[in-house]
């Protein structure tokens, strides 16, 4: 039988990077929404001001998911073992390709036992990779949009290469769309998580404000 203890799995900041992208992405979703379609009506109040609140807003929490992003990476060179970037790919290294068998054995009901990972499993570490890179793209293609205000200026020298591959409308069109991808990923990680939790009995659901698992410490992922 397996030692089962509680182990620190999600270091400190592993844990403030994973809520403020949180709040970022809602946040994001949020105001990005009414940029798309402002539902409020404001023209008999020309002095509300709401489209220009919620695109200030909006900005500023696209520095802060840019600055979580970065945080991750460079945690992810930094961090201990549950943390490191390598997870995300683990089809890339034997423990990694094992427990991807398995999860998918799992899943598919062919195993009645789940994998007993610490950390993410398999399936749900490229997940993980899929929303970041896609996290990636709405910082890029959100600070491409802003600097078309000022062609001259700094973020569009930074970001002004994006049209070089896609103009002005499909940009937007991808960058408004892909706020459905977290809406659906939110669902689905909500439920897996619970679902983890019942099944594995690991803390998975707390682990994230405590930074604490249960399970063998001597499990390779």
Do not use: C
Not at 7 to 34: C, D, M, Q
Not at 158 to 173: A, C, D, P, S, T
Not at 206 to 212: H, L, T
């Amino acid at each position: 039988m397996p030692k089962i203890k509680a182990i620190k799995v999600w270091e400190f900041p592993i844990r403030v990077i994973h809520w403020t992208n949180f709040v970022s992405v809602v946040g994001l979703s949020v105001t990005g929404a009414y940029i798309h379609f402002p539902f409020l009506s404001t023209a008999n109040n020309p002095d509300a001001f709401v489209m220009g609140y919620a695109r200030a807003i909006h900005l500023s929490l696209g520095w802060l998911l840019m600055l979580g992003v970065i945080g991750r990476v460079i945690w992810g060179l930094m961090g201990n073992r549950f943390a490191r970037l390598r997870n995300f790919l683990p089809f890339t290294y034997p423990e990694g390709r094992e427990n991807l068998v398995d999860v998918i054995k799992y899943y598919t009901f062919a195993s009645p036992r789940p994998s007993g990972t610490l950390g993410h499993n398999a399936l749900a570490s490229m997940a993980y990779l899929s929303i970041g890179l896609i996290m990636i793209f709405q910082v890029v293609s959100g600070f491409a949009l802003y600097s078309q205000a000022d062609t001259g200026g700094t973020a569009y020298a930074l970001f002004g290469w994006v049209f070089e591959f896609m103009n002005n409308g499909y940009l937007r069109m991808a960058h408004y769309f892909s706020m459905f991808i977290f809406a659906s990923f939110f669902i689905t990680h909500i439920y897996a998580m619970w679902m983890s939790d019942v099944a594995e009995r690991n803390g998975s659901g707390g682990s994230m404000f405590n930074g604490y698992k249960y399970g063998d410490p001597d499990s390779k992922i």
